[in-house]
């Protein structure tokens, strides 16, 4: 295996570990219905239908948020989600690694300068389920014209 190759199974399977930590952590929470969603949440992100909202987290330092949701659905069905809706809601693509074997996604997508991603993997608790876990940067606030 490549070097990079390698690099970015490592880092893609400590992403899934964190969030597969996460959500054992959130299982114990009461589930928030689908139309719930976090603090500072960018509506322009794309949702699949019926995704439910376990937790989320704002930063205690930097900008980066993050929040898990549990969807029903098929891994195909859920990867072809993002890289189709993703790119309609105005984000560039940026690097992607698939591992369908173990049905396992990470998509990182970029709007104004803004690194945000995208981690599907499989449900620890209902395995007709994916946890979505979304990084995102809220985009800076524009400076209001003054009037001269």
């Not at 893609?12 to 597969?20: E, I, N, Q």
């Not at 054992?24 to 719930?36: C, I, L, V």
């Amino acid at each position: 295996m490549k070097p990079a190759k390698f690099i970015a199974a490592a880092i893609l399977m400590m992403g899934v570990m964190a969030v597969t930590h996460s959500f054992a952590d959130a299982q114990t929470a009461p589930a928030a219905s689908s139309a719930a969603l976090p603090p500072k949440w960018d509506p322009k992100i794309p949702l699949p239908p019926g995704a439910t909202l376990i937790s989320s987290t704002a930063p205690k330092m930097g900008v980066v948020y993050s929040a898990d949701f549990m969807v029903a659905g098929n891994y195909k069905d859920l990867v072809d989600f993002y890289e189709r809706e993703l790119p309609k809601a105005g984000f560039g693509l940026s690097s992607k690694v698939a591992m369908p074997a173990r049905k396992v996604y990470n998509r990182n997508f970029v709007r104004a300068g803004m690194l945000d991603s995208v981690v599907i993997s499989p449900s620890t608790s209902d395995p007709s389920k994916f946890s979505v876990h979304i990084a995102w940067s809220p985009e800076p606030a524009q400076p209001k014209a003054s009037a001269s």
